[in-house]
């Protein structure tokens, strides 16, 4: 960020540490602040601040120097052991990254491999830790050892969006390339969190950074048969184009169908082709043209910046001004930074499909059912195996379209394709080529190991050496996937779900029906399902919500639970016919008793019903906020909290099932000692 900033706020930075404390010292020497001023103001170490200062001098030697120097070779050696990417020296340069790759290798500037020292240098330590680096000047191990083998790319850090699930297809490639005859099994990661990073997992780890420069670094000094790109998530499937493109053999799914799935444009066609339907969008660079495409296909619309600020990447616009406030205010739209509309279908059911392919005969793992409407993120989203709602004749055109997406592609290895249903008609949101953070849930509610599979498919093998094709025989129970959040930790976060994710984790629990499994799964994700002479605050935004929460209240009224609700919620329940509703007064009106933040802090609420209008008119309206206070001040007592009508009505559910009906705890291996077939 080379953005002008005033002095006084870069002092001011230096004095208070902040997450951005690094980047203002280097702007400070930038700015030709002194080392020793840095220092008594930030409090940083001089011998810390002459690093970084050392590797300002390189970035400015490298912004004078061209390839033609004579120097160049060394100054780029020296780069590369102050820690500069070649793409980091191509940029000071002017140049591409190709460039700089070919040029530091004619003149024989590559790493060397190193193996992480656990004995502290006592004696040779013989570990299959690795690392590479520029400060050696021979490899500690040797590559030609006439043995077999396949590098797998890991997931890389943990955040929300990427977490342990893709850890776990990553393991369990490892697993099955060592069950199907490869030799050595390579993964590169660089996260200390994860299993695949546990030294008796693969035969090599390399504990480096996922980018094009590493894995090709990796891959010219071991030559193995191939990479293994489709189980680490997004990180890896984006590598998969420019790897293919420097000559890596790419193990399963080619890189053109991998771009084919992932370029909006291609897909689309290909859809098409298919004739299969998808929401109508388009990519534009000027704000007027997302104006007036958002008015030709009519509100709301999904909007999908390339490039944004302050963290936000997906907004639901209900409206023009809507649109037009996200656009000037939080993203930027430009030829350069084009945003992506498309129209977002209210009311819909979002359905998964996870599956793998070798390339002719498809098999379908599973169709998932999102319990919440379209809207909430896939991560996000309270998942049923098998479909509670979805009408056989649905579910057959789900599977069908699957099947037509997968050969068209000529997918090798696992895919997830993503469908909205709607008055009886299906559409595809996207595909991806490459294994989803639902497929452990998948595998485990099926006791099929699909990762096994794709990984023997992209060794050569076929589905048909395995006896299953198309689809696997129907389970005997229910799995239910429930996404785990960590609002306790995440000071000020809003609890209210949407287009971005916002889960850390989550849980999956098999039962004897979908209550007995989303009951298991609730308790397992520490949220408490209240007892039926507990108390339920119900507050709902816009009247067309307020009479969908009807019937949900009278069930709750039925089950026992003493209702609490806001003014207007109140009224509209009341109308309906509905009893003994009492009336907590507006977080705004603190002077008003009773109050529901003294209910909330006194604990006298077991549960907290929130639904927020869809399309609230005014931003920072009092409603919001007072909405917004509910939610957070629940949170931060304990005591659960619901956003969405479905998940409320599926937790209604629960506690008419618990009335009736005991919960029974089975073992996984009981589960599936009862499957017709099971691969594990």
């Known amino acids: 960020d080379d953005e002008p900033e005033p002095l006084s706020a870069i002092k001011?930075?230096?004095?208070?540490?902040?997450?951005?404390?690094?980047?203002?010292?280097?702007?400070?020497?930038?700015?030709?602040?002194?080392?020793?001023?840095i220092y008594r103001l930030s409090g940083v170490d001089p011998w810390f601040l002459y690093k970084i200062k050392n590797i300002l001098e390189m970035e400015e030697k490298l912004k004078k120097l061209s390839s033609s120097d004579g120097k160049a070779p060394e100054i780029i050696r020296e780069a590369k052991r102050l820690g500069f990417s070649d793409a980091q020296i191509a940029k000071c340069m002017g140049v591409s990254e190709e460039e700089v790759r070919r040029f530091?290798?004619?003149?024989?500037?590559?790493?060397?491999?190193k193996q992480i020292d656990t004995l502290a240098a006592e004696w040779p330590a013989k570990t299959n830790y690795l690392y590479l680096t520029y400060s050696g000047d021979e490899d500690d191990i040797k590559f030609d050892t006439g043995r077999k083998k396949v590098i797998v790319l890991g997931a890389g850090v943990f955040r929300i969006g990427s977490s342990v699930e893709f850890d776990w297809s990553g393991v369990?490639?490892?697993?099955?390339?060592?069950?199907?005859?490869?030799?050595?099994?390579?993964?590169?990661?660089?996260?200390?969190?994860?299993?695949?990073?546990?030294?008796?997992?693969?035969?090599?780890?390399?504990?480096?950074?996922?980018?094009?420069?590493?894995?090709?670094?990796?891959?010219?000094?071991?030559?193995?048969?191939?990479?293994?790109?489709?189980?680490?998530?997004?990180?890896?499937?984006?590598?998969?184009?420019?790897?293919?493109?420097?000559?890596?053999?790419?193990?399963?799914?080619?890189?053109?169908?991998?771009?084919?799935?992932?370029?909006?444009?291609k897909f689309s066609a290909l859809l098409d082709e298919l004739g299969i339907p998808q929401p109508k969008w388009s990519k534009l660079t000027t704000l007027e043209e997302a104006e007036k495409f958002a008015e030709e296909i009519g509100y709301p619309v999904l909007v999908r910046p390339s490039y944004v600020l302050s963290g936000y990447a997906m907004r639901v616009a209900y409206s023009r001004k809507d649109l037009r406030d996200y656009l000037e205010l939080a993203a930027s739209v430009s030829p350069e930074y084009p945003v992506v509309i498309s129209k977002f279908?209210?009311?819909?059911?979002?359905?998964?499909?996870?599956?793998?392919?070798?390339?002719?005969?498809?098999?379908?793992?599973?169709?998932?059912?999102?319990?919440?409407?379209?809207?909430?993120?896939?991560?996000?989203?309270?998942?049923?195996?098998?479909?509670?709602?979805?009408?056989?004749?649905?579910?057959?055109?789900?599977?069908?379209?699957?099947?037509?997406?997968?050969?068209?592609?000529?997918i090798k290895g696992p895919f997830n394709i993503q469908y909205l249903v709607k008055n009886g008609e299906v559409s595809v949101i996207e595909c991806n080529l490459r294994a989803s953070r639902s497929l452990p849930y998948v595998s485990k509610s099926r006791g099929v190991n699909l990762i096994d599979i794709s990984t023997a498919i992209m060794l050569g093998k076929t589905l048909k050496e395995f006896g299953i094709r198309k689809r696997l025989p129907p389970i005997p129970y229910v799995a239910v996937k429930v996404p785990q959040f960590s609002f306790m930790r995440l000071s000020g976060a809003d609890p209210v779900l949407g287009v971005e994710m916002l889960s850390t984790g989550e849980v999956a629990c098999i039962g004897e029906n979908f209550a007995d499994a989303l009951l298991k799964a609730l308790q397992s994700a520490e949220f408490t399902v209240p007892d039926e002479d507990g108390a339920v605050l119900i507050t709902v935004g816009g009247e067309k919500m307020k009479?969908?929460?009807?019937?949900?209240?009278?069930?709750?009224?039925?089950?026992?639970?003493?209702?609490?609700?806001?003014?207007?919620?109140?009224?509209?329940?009341?109308?309906?016919?509905?009893?003994?509703?009492?009336?907590?007064?507006?977080?705004?009106?603190?002077?008003?008793?009773?109050?529901?933040?003294?209910?909330?802090v006194q604990r006298k609420i077991d549960l907290v019903i929130n639904i927020p209008a869809a399309n609230p008119e005014g931003e920072m309206s009092e409603i919001l906020k007072d909405e917004y206070t509910i939610r957070r001040l629940a949170v931060e007592y304990n005591i659960p909290v619901v956003t969405t009508l479905e998940l409320a009505s599926a937790i209604v559910k629960v506690l008419k099932n618990r009335r009736t009906s005991k919960i029974v705890i089975r073992s996984l291996n009981e589960y599936m000692d009862s499957l017709p077939f099971k691969y594990w």
């Open 172 to 265: 369990n490639t490892i697993w099955a390339l060592k069950k199907h005859g490869i030799d050595e099994a390579i993964m590169i990661n660089y996260n200390p969190e994860t299993v695949s990073t546990d030294y008796d997992i693969s035969d090599k780890l390399y504990f480096e950074e996922l980018t094009l420069e590493r894995v090709l670094d990796i891959y010219e000094k071991e030559k193995p048969l191939g990479v293994i790109v489709s189980v680490g998530g997004q990180i890896p499937n984006n590598l998969a184009l420019k790897l293919s493109r420097a000559g890596v053999r790419l193990l399963g799914t080619s890189s053109e169908s991998i771009d084919a799935a992932e370029d909006r444009s």
């Open 104 to 113: 530091r290798k004619t003149r024989g500037i590559i790493p060397v491999v």
């Open 12 to 37: 001011d930075c230096l004095r208070n540490p902040t997450d951005e404390r690094l980047f203002k010292i280097v702007k400070a020497m930038k700015m030709g602040m002194s080392i020793k001023e």
């Open 547 to 600: 009479r969908k929460i009807i019937s949900l209240a009278r069930s709750l009224n039925d089950l026992g639970f003493k209702i609490y609700a806001t003014e207007h919620t109140a009224d509209a329940l009341r109308k309906a016919g509905l009893k003994n509703i009492a009336v907590l007064h507006k977080v705004g009106d603190p002077s008003k008793k009773p109050n529901i933040i003294d209910y909330i």
């Open 345 to 410: 279908i209210e009311g819909a059911k979002e359905v998964e499909v996870d599956g793998v392919s070798d390339g002719e005969d498809v098999l379908i793992g599973a169709v998932i059912e999102h319990i919440e409407q379209a809207g909430v993120h896939s991560g996000d989203a309270v998942m049923s195996i098998p479909p509670q709602s979805l009408s056989s004749n649905i579910i057959r055109k789900i599977e069908d379209y699957s099947w037509k997406i997968a050969r068209a592609l000529r």
